[in-house]
């Protein structure tokens, strides 16, 4: 294989793995918090069950994330010494200040796992507060590093070498802010709806219908929260893109052709030979409303750009459509659920309905996959923005095929383990599980 596509597809499959334990590792903390939070002030120990429920798989994760991230770590010094070499003393502060929030929320944690018997109530509900601000703080120093990547900042340019470097402008770069807030709101809208699907199939199998119901109704509160939320952030990042990243937004948007009252493409199959997207549906002006927030404004198209500097549609497109495309499933099963549920006055048990939950809850994880996929594809051909092209940044290194094997190897035996421990049977609710034996139930 290729020296730069094995490379690619590498950190590809490892941060496609990454996400999705780093992502449940956000939102189970905020879910812990919420469910001790009920519990102390209510009194109704079935949160606080549901909560001891749920610590088992998010100790689980948070040591699978901690792995996989270490492994992301190795992947950058050996597949892109070129890169790390160019960015290293910039982006080495988030990733400093990020392994501190790393070990913030592995000592509380681990306070909150062991403090059962020996913590009161309240302390143990403090204890997921820094659980929770760790854990988001942990991915939004992490993406500043992607954000700089797009838009880099915090240094000069003197003979192809960076200078007058500035660590903290780096960190502070352009694009992190957005880039951090929609991701946070999209981990916390895609563990809500994954943690809302195991409930609707249990309820499906009728297991304990009240307990199921209750967690099946926070789950898909904390899901259902976010979720405008994810949509209002999502549109500002794109309105930075349109600003910011403009071949980007022609990518996204499979957007051919420079104009004024450009229209929104939805769907479709992107021909760069041609310049036309084949079965799409196009809705006049919207683009550039939604870019410029003028209808006849105009929007730079890929023609507007060098062919070798400019993302390739095909990649980004779909994906793009994919991401939008799963936010309204998921809120169109939300609304239908919080319908029924203002309607009939208690957790709503149709069979159609929870089907429906069932079908929707991965998709907060295809959205969140998607969206990473449209960032990086979305950049191409650079990893540093305008600076450094991902061919001048991998290795020389050979048989990177011969590593990629070995780790997508790891990653799938790593995973299935996972799976096998977290889809073990647990004690019912109120009980504890022989002390022999570690068993998780999400």
């Known amino acids: 294989m290729d020296n730069l596509l094995a490379a690619r597809t590498l950190m590809g499959v490892s941060l496609a793995f990454h996400i999705i334990y780093a992502t449940i590792g956000i939102g189970l903390p905020l879910m812990l918090m919420i469910a001790e939070g009920i519990a102390l002030r209510t009194g109704n120990d079935l949160y606080h069950q549901l909560a001891r429920r749920w610590v088992r798989p998010a100790g689980l994760l948070f040591a699978i994330g901690a792995v996989s991230g270490t492994i992301l770590s190795f992947e950058l010094g050996f597949l892109w010494p070129r890169f790390m070499a160019?960015?290293?003393?910039?982006?080495?502060?988030?990733?400093?200040?990020?392994?501190?929030?790393?070990?913030?929320?592995?000592?509380?944690?681990?306070?909150?796992?062991?403090?059962?018997?020996?913590?009161?109530?309240?302390?143990?509900?403090?204890?997921?507060?820094?659980?929770?601000?760790?854990?988001?703080?942990?991915?939004?120093?992490?993406?500043?590093?992607?954000?700089?990547?797009?838009?880099?900042?915090?240094?000069?340019?003197?003979?192809?070498?960076?200078?007058?470097?500035?660590?903290?402008?780096?960190?502070?770069?352009?694009?992190?802010?957005?880039?951090?807030?929609?991701?946070?709101?999209?981990?916390?809208?895609?563990?809500?709806?994954?943690?809302?699907?195991?409930?609707?199939?249990?309820?499906?199998?009728?297991d304990d219908i009240p307990y199921q119901k209750q967690a099946l109704t926070l789950a898909l509160a904390v899901g259902s929260f976010f979720l405008p939320l994810m949509f209002l952030t999502g549109d500002w990042a794109a309105s930075f893109v349109a600003r910011h990243q403009k071949p980007k937004l022609a990518a996204m948007e499979a957007h051919f052709t420079t104009m004024a009252g450009a229209p929104l493409v939805i769907g479709g199959w992107p021909d760069p030979a041609s310049?036309?997207?084949?079965?799409?549906?196009?809705?006049?002006?919207?683009?550039?409303?939604?870019?410029?927030?003028?209808?006849?404004?105009?929007?730079?198209?890929?023609?507007?750009?060098?062919?070798?500097?400019?993302?390739?549609?095909?990649?980004?497109?779909?994906?793009?459509?994919?991401?939008?495309?799963?936010?309204?499933?998921?809120?169109?099963?939300?609304?239908?659920?919080?319908?029924?549920?203002?309607?009939?006055?208690?957790?709503?048990?149709?069979?159609?309905?929870?089907?429906?939950?069932?079908?929707?809850?991965?998709?907060?994880?295809?959205?969140?996959?998607?969206?990473?996929?449209?960032?990086?594809?979305?950049?191409?051909?650079?990893?540093?923005?305008?600076?450094?092209?991902?061919?001048?940044?991998?290795?020389s290194h050979p048989d990177i095929d011969l590593v990629l094997a070995a780790f997508v190897t790891v990653y799938v035996l790593m995973t299935i383990g996972l799976l096998k421990l977290l889809l073990r049977p647990a004690s019912a609710p109120g009980t504890e599980p022989p002390k022999e034996s570690f068993h998780v139930d999400p």
């Open 86 to 206: 160019f960015s290293g003393a910039l982006i080495g502060l988030a990733f400093t200040i990020e392994g501190f929030a790393f070990f913030t929320e592995a000592i509380f944690l681990a306070l909150y796992i062991y403090g059962e018997k020996r913590l009161s109530r309240r302390a143990l509900f403090l204890c997921t507060i820094p659980i929770t601000i760790a854990a988001a703080a942990s991915a939004a120093f992490v993406i500043s590093a992607n954000g700089w990547m797009n838009t880099p900042s915090g240094f000069a340019l003197i003979n192809g070498v960076p200078a007058d470097l500035h660590p903290l402008r780096a960190l502070a770069n352009p694009a992190w802010a957005h880039e951090a807030v929609h991701g946070t709101f999209a981990a916390y809208v895609a563990t809500g709806f994954a943690v809302a699907g195991v409930y609707a199939w249990s309820l499906l199998r009728r």
């Open 275 to 395: 310049g036309q997207v084949r079965y799409a549906v196009k809705i006049p002006k919207l683009l550039s409303v939604l870019a410029h927030r003028d209808p006849n404004s105009v929007v730079e198209g890929l023609d507007a750009f060098p062919a070798d500097t400019a993302p390739d549609p095909r990649l980004v497109h779909p994906f793009f459509d994919l991401m939008v495309g799963s936010f309204f499933i998921m809120a169109a099963v939300s609304c239908w659920f919080w319908w029924h549920r203002w309607l009939d006055r208690d957790v709503p048990g149709e069979r159609r309905l929870v089907r429906a939950i069932l079908i929707a809850s991965p998709f907060g994880m295809i959205a969140l996959e998607s969206g990473w996929f449209v960032t990086e594809f979305g950049r191409q051909p650079w990893i540093v923005q305008r600076h450094m092209t991902v061919a001048q940044g991998v290795t």
